[in-house]
Nanobody, 116 residues
Framework: QVQLVESGGGLVQTGGSLRLSCTAS????????MAWFRQPPGKDREFVAS????????YYADSVKVRLTISRDITKNTVYLQMNNLNLEEAAVYSC?????????WGQGTQVPVSS
């Protein structure tokens, strides 16, 4: 059974930092591209960042470049999202996703409220 479990969410002030983790089990971690998405209240889910398993390439939404960093630790089957200088509009439920040529899986999400 595949599971993706996010952690690290919580209240942060504007301008603050937070590191989210997503730990995978039940799949061969190094065969999956890992991505982070977020869904602000009342809005659609949007892409944040991805880490390509084949060559380690990373991709980011334009709005988060420089401030957010995705990384992967294959020894821990975990992907991270380091978030710096957060703003109010980035309050959302952050979810990770594992993607291969054959299947894809979502985590349950972790909430990141942002206060002024």
């Amino acid at each position: 059974q595949v599971q993706l479990v996010e952690s690290g969410g919580g209240l942060v002030q504007t301008g603050g930092s937070l590191r989210l983790s997503c730990t995978a089990s039940g799949l061969t971690f190094n065969q999956y591209t890992m991505a982070w998405f977020r869904q602000p209240p009342g809005k659609d889910r949007e892409f944040v960042a991805s880490h390509i398993h084949k060559d380690g390439s990373t991709y980011y939404a334009d709005s988060v470049k420089v401030r957010l960093t995705i990384s992967r630790d294959i020894t821990k089957n975990t992907v991270y999202l380091q978030m710096n200088n957060l703003n109010l509009e980035e309050a959302a439920v952050y979810s990770c996703k594992a993607i291969s040529n054959y299947d894809q899986y979502w985590g349950q999400g972790t909430q990141v409220p942002v206060s002024s």
